[in-house]
């Protein structure tokens, strides 16, 4: 059968209004889609509402250079040569607190009302620093180094050059420094916290400062780059006001020596004069640093907190150790001064025996003892003696005398 001229075209305009309604409605339904959808990309980019299960723990030693495992990547701060990124942040793993809010259990989940914290774009975070910095009480050019600390991390986050981990690490830094010196100003902050607190923060600053010292080398940076995040992270943990204190107290005494050693690695008065040297102290700083972090770390097995536990133990008795015993009262038959004994004692404190100690004996305060001890050849210690004198001390442990 023909159709019609007429009925055709009433059959176009009927489908054509129908095709026209259909394509009205596809962006409708689209955007209403969009729209259900909005909320959840949103929160995506931002801190996840509750936290994931905890990574698996890996032993420190298997990743030498990578952040703790139990350690957040904080948001990268916005700046012209930083743009942020939607996936930038990290959720935030139990045990670890965060950069602003006040700290929960030291290896407990973060309180679900505590609200999350946002970087502070770097120009933000020199000016409340270098304020912090000012007020302390501490001699100028200890605040001139304090400074100087800040800038090189702050130069480092900014710099496009620098890898997105090593940012992550300084941001976090600069986060838990100014938080730190919040903390040593407040009013609430006992004499004996403050003075903790300001020996860690040079301990870290001094990190940051041989972190991006050209002098050093790549991997030696490195290393002082890690420590100074460790470090950041377990004084951040310090001020856990639920922390029990008796664990304060453990924790306390190794951060100290840890800050110490920093200190007195690149004081040309203290520092090892032989490379050999510098590593091993390296090590040995790194090692308990490490070892607070599996200790502090809610998902590493029992065994590994025991072997970490006893690595720190047997470097806070170091001086009680019974070979450091009579190695002292060996060094005492050749008169050494008080300064030369001090040396020595604190030298073991950071570095543990026997290498803090034979360090603590390179001191110049110890100079005309230790010519006089490698000269007696009568002395059981002497192959000692003479191997400290002549050579790096970290290569002298085989010559101490062995019962």
């Given at each position: ?315 806070a008795a170091s001086r009680q150790n019974p070979k450091y015993l009579e190695f002292l009262a060996e060094v005492k038959r050749y008169n050494p001064s008080d300064a030369c004994l001090a040396a020595i004692d604190s030298r073991t404190a950071q570095a543990g025996w026997p290498d803090g100690s034979l360090w603590g004996l390179t001191d ?40």
């Open positions: 059968m023909t159709m019609s001229k007429t009925a055709r075209r009433q059959i176009s305009r009927v489908l054509g209004t129908s095709c026209l309604a259909a394509a009205l409605a596809l962006p409708t339904a689209a955007a209403a889609a969009a729209a259900t959808q909005a909320p959840a990309r949103q929160h995506t980019t931002g801190v996840p509402a509750q936290t994931p299960p905890p990574p698996p723990y890996k032993p420190p030693a298997s990743e030498p250079n990578s952040p703790a495992p139990n350690t957040p990547e904080p948001v990268q701060p916005n700046t012209p040569n930083t743009p942020a990124s939607p996936g930038s942040q990290a959720p935030k793993s139990p045990g670890t607190p965060s950069s602003g809010g006040s700290s929960g259990p030291a290896t407990g989940s973060p309180s679900k009302s505590q609200a999350p914290t946002q970087s502070p774009a770097p120009a933000d975070a020199k000016k409340e620093a270098e304020a912090k910095i000012a007020a302390l009480n501490v001699p100028e050019d200890v605040k001139q180094k304090l400074r100087d600390g800040l800038n090189k991390a702050l130069n480092a986050i900014q710099d496009p050059k620098t890898p997105a981990a090593d940012k992550a690490q300084y941001t976090r830094i600069v986060n838990e420094i100014n938080n730190t010196l919040k903390v040593i100003q407040s009013p609430t902050t006992s004499p004996a916290d403050k003075a903790t607190y300001t020996k860690l923060v040079r301990g870290i600053n001094e990190a940051v400062r041989l972190s991006q010292d050209p002098k050093v080398p790549p991997a030696d940076r490195a290393v002082y780059r890690k420590l100074a995040d460790e470090l950041a992270i377990a004084t951040r943990a310090l001020q856990n006001p639920t922390l029990p204190p008796d664990q304060k107290a453990f924790n306390t005494k190794v951060l100290e020596a840890i800050s110490d050693g920093l200190l007195a690695i690149q004081n040309p008065t203290t520092a090892p004069k032989k490379k050999e040297d510098v590593a091993q102290v390296q090590r040995a700083l790194q090692e308990s640093s490490e070892a607070l972090r599996t200790i502090q770390d809610p998902n590493a097995p029992q065994q590994a907190k025991d072997a970490a536990k006893k690595t720190l133990d047997d470097r110049e305060s110890c100079s005309d003892t230790l010519t006089t001890a490698a000269s007696d050849n009568s002395s059981r210690w002497n192959a000692l003696f003479l191997c400290v004198r002549d050579n790096a001390f970290s290569t002298c442990s085989v010559y101490i005398p062995q019962d």
